[in-house]
């Protein structure tokens, strides 16, 4: 660069600069239900809750307690299902938004600026923790027996991409990420609605590779 602010790590990767703004916490808080599937598990919806957000750029994480898991209806809302489900009865979440979308700070510190004065870091902001993440195939999601294997990163975790899989088996599909440890998950295919004795049938499978994040609340 000719003019600015920037630092680099020992692997020389820039991890602060004048020009891209990090990701910072915004808010936190805990989903609560929106009544069960026909199989027992918890219905959630992300949409109207005002803390979430609606801005396109903002990173949320997800979590629940290690055991449980977290299913994304990915093709949008389904009232069978909701946008997620889960075996936990509550899902607490973290919200990340770029620097430069929140107030500039005040006060003793460290800050970086743009050439449009918006703070692209500081000394004070809890950035985005991301540990890990990925590209899932969608070559191996053709199976409900499908699972990704395990990937270490922290509590928290986001997904992207991909769609429902409906009347396969006779049921609702989704993706499931599970909690298989403090700081360990599995992406697998998830039955969260029986569809037996109603007649569909078909076999629609995931139409596009999913993005994960794994990060900490």
């Known amino acids: 660069m000719a003019y600015g602010f920037e630092v680099t790590n020992g692997d020389d990767q820039i991890v602060i600069n004048d020009t891209q703004a990090l990701y910072v916490k915004k808010s936190t808080g805990t989903l609560s239900n929106s009544g069960t599937t026909n199989m ?6 992300s949409s109207g809750n005002a803390s979430l957000g609606s801005s396109s ?14 299913s994304f209806n990915l093709g949008g809302t389904d009232t069978n299902v909701g946008e997620m489900c889960s075996d936990s009865s ?12 929140v107030s500039n700070p005040t006060g003793f510190g460290v ?4 050439e449009s004065g918006q703070c692209t870091w500081d000394s004070d902001s809890i950035v985005t923790p991301i540990s890990n993440g990925g590209r899932l ?12 294997g395990t990937y270490t990163g922290s509590n928290a975790v986001a997904l992207s991409g ?3 899989i409906a009347d396969f088996d006779q049921g609702y599909w989704t993706v499931a990420a ?12 998830e039955k969260v609605y029986d569809l037996t004795g109603t007649g569909i049938s078909g076999g629609t499978t995931f139409e596009s590779d999913l993005s994960f994040m ?3 609340n």
Request: with cysteine.
């Open 40 to 45: 027992g598990y918890y219905k959630f919806y």
């Open 57 to 70: 750029e903002d990173i949320i994480l997800w979590t629940c307690p290690v055991g449980k898991f977290i």
């Open 90 to 101: 509550s899902i607490s979440y973290v919200r990340y938004t770029p620097r430069t979308s």
């Open 111 to 114: 800050a970086v600026y743009n």
């Open 137 to 148: 195939e969608s070559s191996s999601m053709t199976s409900k027996t499908w699972n990704s």
């Open 162 to 164: 991909g769609n429902l």
């Open 178 to 189: 599970k909690r298989l440890t403090s700081t360990t998950w599995r992406f697998e295919n």
């Open 214 to 216: 794994l990060g900490s």
